[in-house]
RNA sequence: GCGGUCGUGGUGAAGUGGUUAACACAUCGGAUUGUGGUUCCGACAUACGUGGGUUCGAUCCCCACCGGUCGCCCCA
């Protein structure tokens, strides 16, 4: 038996780590007063369509969709946004006295795609959503809380993209412009871009194949076609950036896959050897259509994504270990069948007592305990036999110096908790 | 969804159309009858992804499927 394609288990081991990059960004979260939502897995299957958008890849190809026994037609959520928005709808969430609403989710998206490291079918996001606040400002804010996620685990080659797509008209007149532009050259185009040529002409754009045609110079720009607000606003998340130190780059190419962004777009991606195809470690933008969109009153909207999955192939990209203990305190080596029965008794008052230790269960020789005791990389070794028990004590084994000294059992608490 | 490539014990990794499928690491045991990390010796292992086909005979050749991986599409 298999998983099934593109899931994964993650085994001891790696857990800890999942476990330390997921407690590093609920702490980041906090930092910047981000609260957590825990929205359900599955949603309606409109709830996409209407969200992320109906002539998306994302909505068209990559849903698990079914139907489950009241005929209802249920989707496995591909990403986050679109629930939190429903749910801030629903809850009136905006009508809280504390506005903007600023959340944070981690957990399960799935899409339905061809597996590649560094895109599994079911992965894990951790986002931010932060509704109500159309200052540029809060722009800012999230795109230095998504660089601080990484930049606190130590990655270095981290690389912010940013471009403003702006609002609805000037997207579509944008658009029209780029058909057109295109449309005269369309034979000399690849069989790739004359597909997005009516479904996506701004993807033209980063074209590795036609990257030299000469089209490519004079296409329209999205910058020309920004209206007075729009431009305005890019101009002052920027500025915000400069001032919080913060630095980017523009690229009037980038595009984002989900139907609901307007104005400022952005992506971190990592600038690390080895990465290959995928080099997006997340994304993010303005969406300040959806809460209406999704039966909300008008609420502007921007958030951003990252897969935990990236986040550690970048740091595996960068040689960067995470800080996860390894050792126990203490291991409990018992010799003949008394001793055991008093090693369990001690390894229960221990652990009690909040010490962690742990002892062997497979009637191993002493040797065989102490390699095991080894792996587990014990600080402290108490060893228990015949002598020490007529004694009522226990042989403490400090493994890194190899001191031993006998320790009656009635200190033998104290005597560890001072040790360790 | 499209194209390339790969799939041998727990792990890494040889190899062959034909009797017992290398080797290394790991594991277990012994040298050392109650004290670990080294060394030496020995032992163990549900191993040729699955299903068909070709063949007297397939781990090896062919096909399909499954899975990984790389690229494309797209995205986190």
Redesign the pocket.
Known sequence: M?G???TQDLLPGVTEKWQYVEDKLKNLSMRYNYQEIRTPIFEHTELFQRGVGDT???VQKEMYTFTDKGDRSITLRP?GTASVVRSFVQHKLFGLPSQPTKLFYIGPMF?Y????????RQ?V?YGVEALGSEDPAIDAEVMALALEAYKQLGLKSLKLVINSLGDIDSRNAHRQALIEHFSSVKEELCG?CQG?LEK?PL?ILD??KDRNHPSMQTAPSILEYLNDYSRNYFEQVKRYLDVMGISYVVDQNL????DYYNHTAF?IMSDAEGF????????GGRYNGLVSDLGGPETPGIGF???I??LLMALEAENISLPIKESIDCYVIA?GEEANLKAAAIVQQLRQQGIQVDKDYQN?????Q???A??LQAKF?L?L????LAKNEV?V?E??T?N?ENIKLDVLTDYLISKL
């Open positions: 298999k099934p394609r593109g998306t890849d994302i990403e899409r795609e061809r597996p590649q490291q560094g895109r599994m992965f996001q790739d997005r996506n993807r074209c590795k595009v984002r896959g989900l992506e290959g195809a995928i080099t997006t470690l997340s994304g994504a990252l897969s999955e990236r010799l191993k020789k002493m040797k065989a102490f390699k095991a080894d792996r070794v060893v036999g015949e002598d020490e042989a084994k493994m890194e190899g031993q």
